[in-house]
């Protein structure tokens, strides 16, 4: 239970400089913090203690559950599911025994797509997830991952949602929602309902305190290259990647994260106008500020110091660091009034967080009283989180290409598998070859940011379409020669799985922050630390798809594993269907499965524009010219649109929209009839504008309303759509036209016009 706000200022009034600064430190390393003995129960270690001894109590409390080849930590080492709870009473016992005023510490923990923890949940990357274009349905999946943290003893969950897909070089595209913001801000708003409830009426009941990263601008970093600098002017800051943070600050977000990157120079976790001006004076943020992992030290060489780093960020608005030494000089500025006056507002934030959940002493009391996480709260979590995991890895599958004009459909490949469904012995058919790379990979499914998942969980879309086919009706060719030249001949489908993978082993080096440093030539293609000049399919991979169409004359239906928008224009021209996962998560390929063998629909529309060419990038839907006709060797260099998707909604049919400006209400409001055909359909409604007459160049189209749409066989809908005007045009704007259609090109357009003043 939270505490009275007279609890809190006699804490800060009891406290040393040192103390306070301790409470927003946030240093340690939290799988070092607990070891075995001999006997092999969990033990605090002196890392812990010394650190709780130095600052007389322990702020916050990194990653004690974390568990990949960065911390080294996994099945054979790491806390398992059933130590959770053990794990966590151990830290706050020593951290209430060892420290000065009873207060116990805040758990934070990694939660990009699901808990980065033994057992933990996985769900699809953020891209992934962005495919589903459902905020409903991730919204339903984060609660369910803020179910397992909290049960866990877990408070604060650290989780990617600010950053946009603006160019694919860059490592990290896979923790964005993609490259729209509307998008991006609405999925935001999901995690932190999901996670904090309405009003953060989850927190500390059920739920946790959400951090949300990255702030700001970091998908704009020249070049793609993480962490560099971010060059843009204020109206497209606003406009592309300040939009999910003012979502975020409106659902209550509790948290943000300061990121790497500057913009304009000024880095952002120095940057007094979007830390205090904009973030807490516009927006009205009340929450706390954490750095990036040390973040705050790269500032050394701006401040000239690393105290001076420390202070910088702290009178800049960070409340919390993450790994860093900059803030852990702050108490020698004892004699700097304004770097005391800011410690305590930050260690009132810190706090009025911890109060929340139930880490301060009750009045009259010496400690707090801690509950121990229960082993069947627990239990029941995870259940539901993995039922989670499955639901939107069917919902992320994306048929972004059907070889219905070429003779052999998606319609026509479930044919050919349900006839060798039939034909067990091989008598009439022969086999179903699943090639290339990532054909019996699990890894690649996942994501940066996973633990490691037990083996009898792992899976592959070869296993998946062996369990669904029998061993003998389903070969394994991860290259072409794997295979005899009979095998490819008396093929009757071959399903090549290509992509791109953000796996790492557990002998990769890696930079301090964990980010990957050194890559094997079949390691890590994507993930924090690689960011790539080319963007082409890894290894070859088009080649190989060439040397498997030179050996048979079978259909090919391809399944890209992508965490960016990798060039898939070859991939495209030699196969008969083409399937996009943007790393969907544990489930991933038993969704895959799903959609070839079972024929469940593929909903998902591509949340990135997929470029034709290399050299042709950034390149986005939403750029105010087009590059088409622009590159002489590179006529038209999109590919596949945002939003592309053809078994979205698949069989509806969309009627004339109509559109009208409502100046009561202050939207233009578009209602669209549709039909279901003969099978009932489910997807995403998308509707994008084109506006003119404004005082700024026009973007090609904007993605300004979606909604979910799920019909029964031959339903007719009429489905309204209401836009804010404000979503439009800017402040001071007069008669503007806007033109509305159902996709990013504009097809089939519909005008209306906002008067002046509305």
Known sequence: ???????????????????????????????????RDDAGRLVATDYLKREIDRWGGLGTLYGLMRADPWSGQHWGNGIRPEERGEAVALVQQTVL????????????????????????????????????????????????????????????????????????????????????PLMA????????LGMQGEHRSKVGDGGVAVVLKHLAAQGEAVGGRNGQSAVLGPHDLHD??????????????????????????????????????????????????????????????????????????????????????????????????????????????????????????????????IAVPDAD??????????????????????????????????????AIIGRVRRDPAGAQLGPVIVAGPFADDFG?????????????????????????????????????????????TRASLVVF???????????????????????????????????????RLPWGQDTQLDAIAERTSAPIVSVAVCGRAHVLTHVIERSCAVIWSGYAGQFGPQAVADALVDGSTMPGRLPVTLPAFPGAVPVRYNDRQSAAGVYKDAVQPVLRPFGHGLGSLNGVTAGTPLASADGEIRSLVVTVPVTAGEKPASGSLNLFAHVSGGRRIPRLAMLVGSTTVTLAAGERHDVTLRVPFDRLRDAGDGEVRVTCSLDARMTDPVTATLPRGC
């Open 497 to 535: 799985v290509c992509g791109g993978t953000s796996e790492r082993s557990y002998d990769s080096e890696f930079d301090d922050n964990g980010a990957a440093k050194a890559v094997a030539e079949y390691g890590a293609t994507c993930g924090e630390g690689v960011d790539l000049a080319d963007i």
């Open 185 to 192: 801000a609405r999925m935001c708003e999901a995690i932190v």
């Open 97 to 180: 025994e060892r420290g000065d005023h009873g207060v116990g510490v805040l758990l934070s923990e990694e939660a990009p797509h699901g808990h980065q923890a033994l057992g933990g949940t996985v769900l699809p990357t953020n891209l992934g997830l962005g495919a589903t274009f459902d905020p409903d349905g991730v919204r339903e999946a984060e609660s369910a991952v803020a179910a397992e943290l909290a049960a866990s003893g877990i408070h604060i969950a650290l989780v990617s949602g600010l950053d946009i897909a603006r160019d694919p070089r860059w490592g990290r595209c896979e923790e964005c929602f993609g490259e729209d």
């Open 1 to 35: 239970m939270a505490v009275e706000g007279n609890t809190i200022e006699r804490l800060i009034a009891s406290m040393s400089l040192t103390e306070k600064v301790g409470q927003l430190n946030q240093r340690l390393l939290g799988w070092k913090c607990v070891t």
């Open 444 to 488: 690649c499914f996942l994501g940066d940011y996973t633990a490691p998942l037990p083996a009898d969980e792992q899976s592959s879309v070869y296993r998946e379409l062996v369990s669904r086919l029998g061993a003998g009706r389903v070969l394994l060719a991860a290259k072409p020669d794997d295979l005899p030249a009979g095998d490819w």
């Open 377 to 414: 709260a627990i239990d029941a979590a995870l259940k539901q989180g993995r039922e989670q995991a499955r639901i939107m890895a069917r919902e992320a599958i994306t048929l972004i290409d059907d070889g219905a004009d070429a003779g052999t459909s998606l319609a026509d490949v479930r």
């Open 240 to 369: 592309i990647h300040l939009a999910p943070v003012a979502a975020g600050v409106h659902a209550g977000a509790w948290g943000f994260m300061a990121a790497y990157n500057d913009i304009d120079s000024v880095p952002c976790c120095a940057n007094p106008w979007l830390l205090k001006d904009y973030l807490r004076g516009e927006l009205g943020f009340d929450g706390i500020i954490m750095a990036d992992g040390l973040a705050v030290d790269r500032l050394e060489d701006m401040a000239g110091s690393i105290p001076a780093a420390g202070r910088a960020a702290l009178l800049a608005g960070v409340d919390m660091s993450l790994w860093d030494e900059g803030f852990t000089h702050l108490a020698e500025y004892a004699d700097d009034e304004t770097v005391v006056a800011a410690v305590d507002r930050s260690l009132r934030r810190v706090l009025e967080l911890k109060s929340r959940f139930g880490l301060l002493p009750a009045d009259g009391e010496d400690a707090a009283v």
